[in-house]
């Protein structure tokens, strides 16, 4: 069974500056791949962004970033120039070929943007 | 506009009083699912669907039932519901291995 961790429930950070997250993931399977999504008070899943595993380039968007360690089964993700429209919950996401479109989450990390 | 929609998206019943929460989704995706959101516990999958007529258990199914009739629609149905069912539901859809469209997901407390 694929489990995914997220180690810190909760991180503030000043507007304007960096913060990482932390995911951790656990799986035998090969072929996967990773997301990160914001779920801000509105509670919508908003997908931030997504990692195909065989691809050994970061992906980004914008001022989101992930550094993807496969080895180390390490998905973190970095948000430069944070906003206030930032604040929410951060939750790393897993899925494989096999699984079809079922998705594996972590605990979440709340972000809290401050002026 | 391609969209999720849940109904309702509040609700406060009581323990043993069967309730349906519905799901409907605009864009023809064959895939659809539930979770429920838990604190700390980030969210896990009840049941889903991959068509019409096939439907199958995901991680937490218990107290749960689920049915796919029709392409568009997917309730999820809660026979006699319990405080710990008290969760943030979620219903998603998509094509078979494409990226997951969320609604906008339904508050339930059950006293």
């Known amino acids: 069974a694929q489990t995914v961790t997220q180690s810190q429930p909760e991180m503030s950070v000043q507007e304007a500056e960096t913060v990482t997250l932390s995911c951790t993931y656990d799986t035998s399977e090969n072929n996967y791949y990773l997301f990160w999504y914001k779920q801000p008070p509105s509670r919508q899943m908003i997908l931030v962004i997504r990692?195909?595993?065989?691809?050994?380039q970061n992906a980004t968007e914008n001022r989101f970033s992930v550094n993807f360690q496969k080895a180390a089964k390490s998905f973190s993700l970095k948000i430069s120039d944070s906003q206030l429209g930032d604040t929410a919950m951060y939750f790393c996401a897993f899925t494989h070929k096999a699984a079809g479109n079922k998705l594996t989450f972590g605990g979440g990390t709340r972000v809290l943007v401050k002026p | 506009e391609a969209q999720v929609t849940q109904n309702p998206r509040y609700l406060i019943t009581v323990t043993g009083k069967k309730l349906t929460v519905t799901c409907s989704q605009n864009?023809?995706?064959?895939?659809m699912s539930w979770y429920r959101q838990d604190p700390g516990l980030g969210l896990r999958q009840i049941y889903y669907?991959?068509?019409?007529?096939?439907?199958d258990k995901g991680d937490v199914p218990e107290g749960y039932k689920v049915s796919r009739k029709e392409k568009r629609n997917f309730p999820l149905i809660l026979e006699s519901p319990s405080p710990n069912q008290t969760s943030l539901y979620f219903c998603?859809?998509?094509?078979?291995?494409?990226?997951?469209?969320f609604g906008s997901g339904t508050q339930l407390s059950v006293l």
């Open positions: 998603a859809s998509s094509h078979i291995n494409e990226k997951l469209l």
């Open positions: 864009m023809n995706h064959e895939y």
């Open positions: 990692q195909e595993a065989y691809k050994q």
């Open positions: 669907s991959m068509n019409v007529e096939v439907t």
